[in-house]
């Protein structure tokens, strides 16, 4: 089981107690970028395009802590940048294990080994390290040769000091169907306890833009994929099912980006972990704030082509609460690949874009400034 079932339960009776309470929006995973800094520079990454003085910034481990305790999100999903660039990474784990929250670390795994000794294994804690595809294909993604057999032998050693370890794997357009099954049954082969797998969304900062997947390339370069591993079920995969079926093209669903909401440097971001229009101080400010209905697909000309997963698994898992028939005969059965593929939601009303970025990089930089000469002035005061 790529969940194990503690956790399959403890999220369980999360999910049904909201579903009690008559939630209608609730948290399912907090995303915590705790500084946007990496070692790498992808070509689809569109996280990491500011200036030194936004790259420096860090969530103290006490700003990450408070960030889970005020979402209460059961499960933790900790990004970047690189997360293991984070000198208090070591510190914030401790903290949400303590808050008995499931954590995911997500890392290119460069550091690692390096690192691995800071970290204990425990069933609230997973590796979850980045992965697009066999050594030519990751190495290509990631513009930098040799990270594949690093971040392989940093499995493997993670794997034998006990840890929990999946790969979080992102599929461009031009990924080959045949060598996407043949990388999942290496990994698999190398002991991996899941695998979560998503199309990349096509960020407007990401150096390449020419190799984001469309939604019909999407769901049909899935379709292909689980086709070759008996439609899915030859792999372990972190995700539920029904969020499987949905890459399948399968599934009509809108997407719930407050399922993942996101807390970084800048504060919680609106509306999700995919696009930063503007910034809450407070989760309940996200919450009550964000004017949901002008997001997602058919709403907005950013959402158009997105599938990813931190948008759309709150919605199966969802979907998964009121059909768990559905969902069980999916996990059976697998995946459907051939057939009509479900209706996808119509792009005709949905609004512009609008480009935003600029404007909360200059908000960020004016406040960093202040803060410099605030911090500055106490000095002299204090060397007077
Ligand atoms: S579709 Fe939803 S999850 Fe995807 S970018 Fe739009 S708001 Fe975010």
Redesign the pocket.
């Known amino acids: 089981m790529a969940v194990p079932l503690r956790q399959a339960m403890r999220v369980g009776a999360y999910v049904m107690k909201q579903h009690l309470l008559g939630r209608k929006r609730y948290p399912l995973v907090l995303m915590l970028e705790p500084l946007f800094r990496c070692n790498l520079a992808c070509a689809g990454c569109g996280k990491i395009d500011y200036p030194d003085e936004i790259l420096n910034q860090r969530i103290s481990v006490k700003d990450a802590l408070q960030a889970a305790e005020e979402c209460g999100a059961p499960m933790v999903s900790i990004a970047g940048g690189e997360p293991l660039l984070h000198r208090e990474m070591p510190q914030i784990i401790e903290g949400l294990i303590a808050q008995k929250r499931f954590v995911y670390l997500c890392t290119n795994a460069l550091l690692l080994e390096k690192k691995m000794d800071q970290y204990k294994p425990s069933p609230y804690f997973t590796w979850s390290v980045h992965l697009d595809g066999s050594k030519e294909e990751h190495d290509k993604s990631v513009c930098q040769q040799g990270v594949y057999e690093k971040a392989v032998e940093a499995i493997k050693r993670a794997k034998a000091a006990g840890f929990r370890v999946n790969i979080n794997c992102t599929f461009f357009d031009g990924t080959d169907p045949a060598r996407a099954a043949s990388f999942f049954d290496d990994v698999m082969a190398m002991g991996l306890d899941g695998i979560t797998v998503s199309p990349g ?1 096509a960020y407007e900062r990401a150096p390449d833009q020419q190799h984001f997947l469309n939604r019909q390339k999407t769901r049909q370069l899935f379709r292909d994929i689980f086709r070759r591993g008996d439609k899915g079920k030859r792999w372990q995969f972190s995700q539920s099912s029904l969020f499987l079926n949905f890459l399948a093209g399968n599934e009509t669903y809108a ?1 719930t ?1 407050w399922a993942n909401p996101t807390r970084n440097v800048f504060g919680w971001q609106r ?5 930063g229009e503007g910034y809450a101080k407070t989760y309940a400010e996200l919450m009550d704030g964000t004017d949901w209905d002008s ?3 058919g709403n ?1 000309e ?2 158009a082509d ?1 599938m ?1 997963h ?3 698994e709150g919605t199966a898992v969802k979907d998964t609460f009121k059909h768990p028939l559905k969902a069980l005969m999916v996990s059976l059965k697998g995946v459907k690949v051939d057939g009509d593929m479900a209706p996808d939601i119509a792009l005709d009303k949905q609004r512009p874009a609008e480009f935003v970025f600029s404007r909360h990089v200059e908000d960020a930089m004016t406040q960093i400034k202040a803060e410099k000469a605030a911090n500055q002035n106490k000095g002299r005061a204090a060397a007077e």
């Open positions: 969304y997407c980006p509306p999700c972990y995919l696009i997001y997602g697909v907005y950013k959402c997105c990813v931190s948008g759309f």
